[in-house]
């Protein structure tokens, strides 16, 4: 069973007062790939040891992106109360939008593995020779924005940098493909710019029936929106993010998208763009409605369950790679649709992992050695919604803090769970989760979502305390 260690502590680890370089990191993470592709706009592309030298600045701002968030993972430390590496800066205090950036242990991997993917796309695109200037400042633009859709926490950042996204990936798609590229951007901008409609449709209602309206991720999910409201929220946040994963039986843009892209910009596609709906799905319709997605979560598991069948049944069809890779990719997302219905810590943590790699077994635990040291377990939120830091400190046979015997209480779930993934608390018909607010001494029970998956600590979990 995984051991959760109490932290004493409840000061950020992964930020410092503003202006430091520990603050900054995740903003130059950010917007590395647009100052060179601001820099390689003033680059002439006519001849060949030109167009070598954009594709060098590419690959060093790629390169330098990757580092940084590198030097981010193996400094990443998960805390209780606040998310690493947080920068909160006012940009239109009129409508309480800020520049509000930061990682827990669900998207940092995902911020990771877009560096990852987006060096290698622009690796792969080194035979490129047609409007290259035009081409490489594209790739570079779209990398800033899907990196700023997983580390923004605040929603109107969020929608800017998701409709940056899905621009600069459609004229990548339209400009440099097969022979069909222009109908597929058309399907690609259609589809996906239709469920961002959608999302921002979502975001606008929350914002103005929010106690105090703003638009930060996390002082939303404090608000409780209760019946038709939470309901239909729920559902336009559902659409969206269902959309953009490519679930069935919205799912005809992806295979389309991907057969007439071009390879490096079909990895984006397939890689990353997909994982932007899963991401919302978890943090935005399970961690901000967990009640309302608990009353039709049979719904929402037929979904997933078509698009695991269809996808697994469509590619035993295909005669083409990037086809055959598309239809495995609805199946994939299948199973973190599945995943967010059940709402079970294991099933979540399972669908984390097939969001990113494995990379390394990571380091985000405090320990220095195999098997010592503290699991940091962040919870999405921290204690903003229960009053108090999330610790429980439990051993072989003992009874955590905040949980009951033989496991501790993991909240960030709609529902508290134990280590191994089974429910502590069953809400009875018609209750939905009320019971459990009263056993907690009438605090509502945390719900950003889920905790970051469990090999975060860095140790494997067969192994003792």
């Keep these: 069973m995984i051991q959760l260690a109490a932290l004493a502590q409840t000061a950020p680890i992964g930020s410092t007062p503003g202006g430091e370089f520990p603050t900054l990191l995740l903003s130059s993470i950010l917007w590395v790939p647009t100052i060179a592709a601001l820099a390689i706009l003033f680059f002439p592309a006519r001849t060949d040891i030109e167009r070598d030298r954009i594709k060098t600045v590419a690959v060093s701002g790629a390169s330098l992106a990757l580092a940084l968030a590198v030097v981010m993972w193996y400094g990443f430390r998960e805390q209780f109360t606040q998310f690493a590496y947080d920068e909160n800066h006012p940009w239109i205090k009129a409508v309480g939008?800020?520049?509000?950036?930061?990682?827990?242990?669900?998207?940092?991997?995902?911020?990771?593995?877009?560096?990852?993917?987006?060096?290698?796309?622009?690796?792969?695109?080194?035979?490129?020779?047609?409007?290259?200037?035009?081409?490489?400042?594209?790739?570079?633009?779209?990398?800033?924005?899907?990196?700023?859709?997983?580390?923004?926490?605040?929603?109107?950042?969020?929608?800017?940098?998701?409709?940056m996204a899905l621009i600069a990936l459609t004229l990548l798609i339209a400009g440099w493909g097969g022979r069909r590229r222009v109908p597929a951007a058309w399907r690609f901008f259609g589809f996906t710019m239709g469920a961002w409609a959608v999302l921002v449709l979502a975001v606008l209602i929350m914002h103005f029936k929010a106690t105090a309206p703003t638009f930060d991720i996390g002082t939303l999910h404090d608000q409780v929106f209760r019946g038709t409201i939470g309901g239909l929220l729920l559902w336009l946040t559902v659409a969206a993010f269902g959309i953009t994963l490519a679930a069935v039986p919205l799912h005809g843009w992806l295979l389309d998208t991907v057969s007439e892209a071009g390879t490096p910009v079909a990895i984006l596609v397939a890689g990353l763009v997909v994982k932007l709906g899963a991401y919302g799905l978890v943090r935005v319709s399970l961690g901000q409605f967990p009640e309302p997605l608990h009353r039709v979560n049979t719904a929402i598991m037929v979904i997933g369950l078509i698009s695991v069948l269809w996808g697994g049944l469509s590619a035993l069809g295909q005669d083409n790679a990037k086809r055959l890779v598309a239809a495995l990719t609805v199946s994939q997302m299948g199973l973190v649709v599945l995943a967010v219905s059940s709402g079970r810590q294991v099933a979540l943590d399972g669908a984390l992992l097939l969001l990113f790699p494995r990379l390394d077994r990571g380091r985000a635990a405090g320990s220095g050695r195999p098997g010592g040291g503290a699991h940091r377990h962040r919870i999405p939120g921290g204690a903003g919604r229960t009053g108090g830091a999330h610790a429980s400190r439990c051993g072989p046979g003992r009874g955590g803090g905040d949980g009951g015997p033989g496991g501790p209480r993991i909240r960030g779930l709609h529902r508290p769970v134990d280590a191994a993934g089974g429910e502590l608390y069953q809400p009875p018909r018609g209750d939905h989760g009320g019971g459990a607010r009263a056993a907690a001494g009438g605090r509502r029970a945390a719900h950003h979502g889920p905790a970051p998956v469990l090999w975060l600590a860095g140790r494997d979990p067969r192994q003792g305390p």
Aim: aromatic share 12%; charged share 10%; net charge neutral.
């Design 97 to 163: 939008a800020a520049y509000h950036l930061g990682v827990d242990g669900v998207s940092m991997p995902l911020v990771l593995l877009t560096t990852l993917l987006f060096l290698t796309a622009v690796l792969a695109s080194w035979r490129v020779r047609e409007r290259l200037k035009e081409y490489m400042v594209l790739l570079l633009l779209t990398q800033t924005a899907i990196t700023g859709v997983f580390a923004a926490l605040d929603y109107l950042l969020l929608v800017a940098f998701w409709a």
